[in-house]
């Protein structure tokens, strides 16, 4: 078999250097080498248009192309009987499935038609609401063939903020499923579309992937079974022409303010960027086993479960369950089973593995792997130096990729075995990326041992293009910080070796578990509570989740606690539940009335020693009563 791959695929460092300088020199000729390997329905007139004031970002215009051509129809002639998606099932003693790419093509061809003859067209948004079996990648992959435009939201969110979602970009509808295992429990998925639909006017269509066989309402004239919507239908279907810049799909992430935003990406750029990053950090190598556990409701679903692994034809486990089920072996006993080479996981699984102690990690051999990865936060030396030695044995690369749902793809990291290893640093940019480290005016802060915010002066090609709906926010959260610069919301330093840690977030974003949460976000969630008059939350450091969240909540009686962590959960999802809750009696404000952020992320994280000046606050005798409440 041909390695197709082998052309893009950086293999030393020096290979990485030069690859870096032509990518900075000429970007253009950069990516239009690497574009140029795939297949177009008709070639780009231009490869780049970019002004970060408008902010207006366009790559290979004028070309036209359909991403599923790129990750299904290209490799049925030599890859066909390949495996594309290795599926495990929650149950460790439910058969699993082996998808070859012949076959992966059929049911997308196929689920595609029956889209259509439900009324589904080019432009028109479509929500995935589903648990991770392998229909969930078809649902997607038939979404990009025939130009809908798909935005996945993890089953574990609420009715609520499933409905906010298909309010937001209309939606016309859902693909969901019956129920959903994870670990011991049934989810119920289909009753939480029924309450989110009934808020929604813009849905006609819900299609319901039986997994559970549990009891479900299907609405007559709207719901209808997956199984029933294929029967009969033709498994071939004539990808749509797509331009290089229309659409492929919104993904809802949480931002500084209350309302999460859908985030953009494009067909064409999106493409390139993935295949590239994908093939290059991991090193994927044909007949590789690659497994991401990550949910496809996240980024790093879409981008390397689905279109990274599948546009390089490799074989991509998916996993429904949990990392602790049946018990918290299971990773490891699936990098057995499959003979996983490459294993990209999140540093608070990591953590909470790492927990149940070293037994049940010694009872596997983990001998296949070859590289491991870690997403999602910054992941702490402890942890490294773990997952290094007792899952990597030591002899695999570890890759910490730094990256966001608005980068699309990975952006810094090393490349698994080429460029160096340093415990806790994503260290050095992929090529096409420039980073830069600014201070708080916007200068550059060139040279090593530098810290300050984290920008990118050049644009790479799945940077987002807009915010669904509402380009000025766009501009406003990533393109105004700094002129001419997109702004990431993160810190950073680059060391006295040039290489570069991600420090977190420096706005009002928490990340905990590697779920990205907006204060603003959860405050709005526990206002609802009727006897809630005014809340803020912080961050502070968690041991297995990075961090936890902690909710000052200024209430008309006591011992609302678990009504206040309940209202959260049904208006966000239990991954939004306050950790700690602390009813007090004011809120730390300056004299025109803001929060003092500052002072409760010292109170959460136990650092009242040295809170800083109190003396403009309006309230200063309000926090000692707050530090009380807290010990
Ligand atoms: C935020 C983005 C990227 C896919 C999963 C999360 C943090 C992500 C790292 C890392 C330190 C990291 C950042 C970033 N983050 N990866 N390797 N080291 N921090 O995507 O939900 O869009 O969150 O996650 O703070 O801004 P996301």
Not at 258 to 264: A, M, Q
Not at 430 to 440: A, E, F, K, W
Not at 525 to 537: F, G
Not at 566 to 590: F, H, R
């Amino acid at each position: 078999m041909k390695d197709f791959t082998r052309q893009h695929r950086i293999s030393s460092l020096s290979e990485y250097t030069k690859a870096y300088d032509s990518s900075v020199k000429d970007p253009e000729s950069f990516w239009s080498d690497i574009a140029s390997s795939f297949k177009w329905k008709k070639k780009w007139n231009q490869t780049l248009k970019w002004d970060f004031e408008a902010p207006d970002v366009k790559w290979f215009l004028g070309g036209k192309l359909n991403i599923t051509e790129n990750l299904l129809d290209r490799h049925l002639e030599e890859r066909g009987e390949e495996v594309a998606i290795l599926w495990e099932p929650n149950d460790p003693d439910e058969k699993g499935l082996s998808i070859s790419y012949r076959e992966l093509h059929r049911k997308v061809c196929q689920f595609a038609n029956a889209m259509i003859s439900k009324g589904v067209a080019k432009g028109d948004r479509v929500i995935i609401y589903m648990p991770m079996v392998p229909e969930a990648a078809v649902a997607m992959l038939a979404c990009a063939r025939i130009g809908a435009v798909h935005s996945v939201v993890f089953a574990g969110f609420s009715a609520s903020a499933l409905a906010d979602r298909i309010n937001d970009c209309e939606a016309k509808m859902v693909l969901t499923s019956d129920g959903n295992f994870r670990g011991a429990k049934t989810i119920d998925v289909k009753g939480v579309v029924d309450e989110a639909v009934a808020k929604c006017g813009c849905i006609e269509k819900v299609i319901v992937y039986q997994r559970t066989k549990s009891d479900v309402h299907m609405e007559s004239g709207r719901d209808l079974w997956w199984h029933d919507a294929i029967q009969d239908v033709s498994e071939e279907h004539q990808a749509e022409e797509m331009d290089a810049e229309d659409l492929l799909f919104i993904l809802y992430t949480s931002g500084s303010t209350g309302k999460p935003k859908g985030v953009v990406h494009t067909c064409g750029g999106y493409m390139v960027y993935t295949y590239y990053s994908f093939l290059n950090v991991f090193q994927y190598k044909p007949g590789d086993i690659y497994w991401c556990t990550a949910d496809v409701g996240w980024i790093t679903g879409h981008s390397y479960i689905v279109y990274g692994p599948l546009l390089a034809g490799a074989t991509t486990v998916m996993f429904e369950g949990v990392p602790t089920y049946p018990d918290a072996g299971r990773f490891w006993e699936v990098c057995d089973k499959y003979q996983v080479n490459q294993f990209y996981t999140a540093p608070t699984a990591i953590r909470a593995l790492e927990a149940h102690g070293l037994e049940l990690v010694e009872k596997h051999k983990l001998d296949s792997l070859r590289v491991i990865g870690s997403v999602g936060e910054p992941i702490n030396e402890e942890a490294w130096h773990w997952y290094h030695e007792h899952i990597g044995k030591r002899k695999c690369p570890l890759v910490d990729t730094w990256w966001q749902t608005e980068t699309g793809g990975i952006m810094i990291s090393a490349l698994a075995g080429i460029t160096p290893n340093k415990p806790a640093h994503a260290s050095l940019p992929l090529p096409g990326i420039q980073p830069v480290i600014v201070d708080s005016e916007g200068n550059e802060l060139t040279g090593n041992n530098v810290e300050g915010n984290l920008c990118v002066k050049f644009p790479w090609p799945s940077i987002l293009r807009t915010t669904y709906g509402d380009h000025e926010r766009c501009k406003h959260t990533y393109f105004s910080a700094y002129k001419n610069m997109y702004f990431t919301g993160d810190g950073a330093k680059r060391d006295h070796d040039g290489y570069l840690r991600i420090l977190g977030r420096v706005d009002d974003v928490i990340n905990v578990s590697g779920h990205r949460m907006g204060t603003a976000e959860v405050e709005n969630a526990i206002d609802e509570h009727p006897k809630v008059i005014e809340s803020a939350v912080v961050g502070y450091p968690h041991d297995i989740k990075g961090q936890g969240i902690y909710a000052f909540v200024i209430a008309e009686t006591d011992g609302i606690e678990d009504e206040i962590k309940e209202t959260v959960n049904k208006m966000i999802g239990p991954i939004a539940k306050p950790d700690k809750i602390q009813i007090v009696p004011g809120l730390p404000k300056t004299r025109s009335g803001k929060i003092m952020r500052r002072i409760l992320r010292k109170i959460a994280s136990k650092e009242t020693d040295n809170l800083g000046d109190t003396s403009t606050l309006l309230n200063p005798e309000v926090v000692e009563e707050i530090i009380k409440g807290a010990s």
